[in-house]
């Protein structure tokens, strides 16, 4: 499945487990959540699944920003509609990942932890 994210949702942390490869979590319209940050922290095992996020399709928000992890350093691109994932390879329980939108059409990365990539 999937989820679509709303204002209701704004300020949560939300807890992704392992098992879920095709399930794909959707950003509110950026615009009429300024200021809200969304937490997603992975509770699986470590490989255990592909966490998915994306801008919300319809709206051509972007997500901008960067993760670091020792010598890892990945930068999110901002292109309109583009996804971030913790990927099944690289994922650790416990990574985490905090948007806040930003502008009208921008989620930004205000926290990390592990390795995400665009």
Same mark, same amino acid.
């Given at each position: 499945? &999937? #989820?679509?994210?709303?204002?209701?949702?704004?300020?949560?942390?939300?807890? @992704?487990?392992?098992? #879920?490869?095709?399930?794909?979590?959707?950003?509110?319209?950026?615009?009429?959540?300024?200021?809200?940050?969304?937490?997603?922290?992975?509770?699986?095992?470590?490989?255990? &699944?592909? #966490?998915?996020?994306?801008?919300?399709?319809?709206?051509?928000?972007?997500?901008?920003?960067?993760?670091?992890?020792?010598?890892?350093? #990945?930068?999110?691109?901002?292109?309109?509609?583009?996804? @971030?994932?913790?990927?099944?390879?690289?994922?650790?329980?416990?990574?985490?990942?905090?948007?806040?939108?930003?502008?009208?059409?921008?989620?930004?990365?205000?926290?990390?932890?592990?390795?995400? &990539?665009?």
């Amino acid at each position: 499945g &999937a #989820v679509s994210l709303d204002a209701s949702d704004c300020g949560k942390t939300m807890s @992704v487990t392992a098992g #879920v490869d095709t399930f794909l979590i959707t950003l509110p319209e950026a615009s009429t959540v300024l200021g809200c940050p969304l937490t997603f922290i992975y509770s699986g095992a470590d490989g255990g &699944a592909l #966490v998915d996020i994306t801008p919300l399709d319809s709206d051509a928000d972007g997500i901008e920003g960067g993760c670091t992890l020792a010598a890892s350093v #990945v930068t999110f691109s901002g292109t309109a509609d583009s996804n @971030v994932k913790l990927t099944k390879a690289t994922g650790l329980t416990g990574d985490t990942i905090t948007l806040t939108a930003i502008t009208a059409a921008m989620w930004g990365v205000t926290a990390c932890q592990g390795i995400w &990539a665009n």
